[in-house]
Nanobody, 118 residues
């Protein structure tokens, strides 16, 4: 019933910027990690960036220095600011969260399309 909801996707020219946002549609128990994943048609869903509630981050090598992930602990919300976008950043981006409680339930958003094109 409750799901993560992404927003902020769209079409941008190479070199441009976008900010993706994600928050639950209703109440969920607290998460310990959230992140952003990307998926191309017919391919696996791959991590872009993750962040723990304590602030620890991991980024895919391809986006280091260009993307910044942040978290709002009170709202269980996560954001991805994307700078210097490239055509190969084009993908559907999915928001992810994992509950801190046992069982460690996974929450996913429906995805938001990011298209980088001139």
């Amino acid at each position: 019933q409750v799901q993560l909801v992404e927003s902020g996707g769209g079409t941008v020219q190479p070199g441009g910027s976008l900010e993706l946002s994600c928050a639950p549609s209703g109440y969920i128990p607290g998460v310990w990690v959230m992140g952003w994943y990307r998926q191309d048609p017919g391919k696996s869903r791959d991590v872009v960036a993750t962040i723990t509630k304590s602030g620890g981050t991991n980024y895919a090598d391809s986006v280091k220095g260009r993307f910044t992930i942040s978290i709002d602990n009170d709202k269980n919300a996560v954001f991805l600011h994307m700078n210097s976008l490239k055509p190969d950043n084009t993908a559907v981006y999915f928001c992810y969260g994992q509950l801190a409680r046992t069982p460690r339930k996974d929450y996913w958003g429906q995805g938001t399309q990011v298209t980088v094109s001139s």
